[in-house]
């Protein structure tokens, strides 16, 4: 089936570093969506994006809709402990009503 | 609060034993789903509901079932589990389908033996 290709797989990195993670497809996404998973809780809805070329920013974190409509960007500026998490991308499936699908994550660790 | 309730947040079960994981929400939406979370693997989506009495397969729909009766419940159900059914599973839900993103809850895992 249709899938999302996140990378990296996981980050370690220190405190006050930025970050950037990207998604790619296959195939041509409408939408992007941007979630973060803490331990022990379900994922959180970070960043959406609608438009090809479009910027988003959510406090430190600032995402784009990648111009082909194949990919998209996450960046995390300053990064601080509570960063910490696993980071999906998400897209829906055109047509197909309430079927969205997600990336294989990347997993962020922040080292004080 | 606006939420996602689902119960049991941890179930042991054994092979074969019927079970059902119940998720509620409180916000109104007309969208619903279920994912199991596999470790390398992300988010899979197993079934999802665009309204009461409608539901729809997603890419890991066997060995589940599901219903949607009431606008506010989307129970899974498992009829006959199996081991390589043990997994994290969340239930979500959305205003107004894809574009809006799903909200989920917090979680179930199952472990079946």
């Known amino acids: 089936g249709q899938q999302l290709n996140q990378s990296p797989q996981s980050m370690f990195i220190q405190e006050g570093e930025d970050v950037s993670m990207n998604c790619t497809s296959s195939?041509?996404?409408?939408?992007w969506l941007w979630y973060k998973q803490e331990p022990g809780e379900g994922p959180v809805l970070l960043i959406a994006?609608?438009?090809?070329?479009e910027l988003t920013s959510n406090g430190r974190l600032t995402a784009q809709f990648g111009i082909t409509r194949k990919d998209s960007f996450l960046n995390i500026s300053a990064s601080i402990p509570s960063d910490v998490g696993i980071y999906f991308c998400?897209?829906?499936?055109?047509?197909?009503?309430?079927?969205?699908?997600f990336g294989q994550g990347t997993e962020l660790s922040v080292k004080p | 609060e606006a939420q996602v309730t689902q119960n049991p947040r941890y179930l042991i079960t054994v092979t074969g034993k019927k079970l059902t994981v119940t998720c509620s929400q409180n916000?109104?939406?007309?969208?619903m789903s279920w994912y199991r979370q596999d470790p390398g693997l992300g988010l899979r989506q197993i079934y999802y509901?665009?309204?009461?009495?409608?539901?729809d397969k997603g890419d890991v729909p066997e060995g589940y079932k599901v219903s949607r009766k009431e606008k506010r419940n989307f129970p899974l159900i498992l009829e006959s589990p199996s081991p390589n059914q043990t997994s994290l599973y969340f239930c979500?839900?959305?205003?107004?389908?894809?574009?809006?993103?799903?909200?989920f809850g917090s979680g179930t895992r199952l472990t079946v033996v």
């Open positions: 979500a839900s959305s205003k107004g389908g894809y574009n809006y993103g799903y909200t």
């Open positions: 195939s041509i996404f409408n939408t």
């Open positions: 994006l609608y438009k090809a070329g």
């Open positions: 998400a897209g829906p499936m055109r047509n197909q009503g309430g079927k969205l699908i």
């Open positions: 916000m109104n939406h007309e969208y």
């Open positions: 509901s665009m309204n009461v009495e409608v539901t």
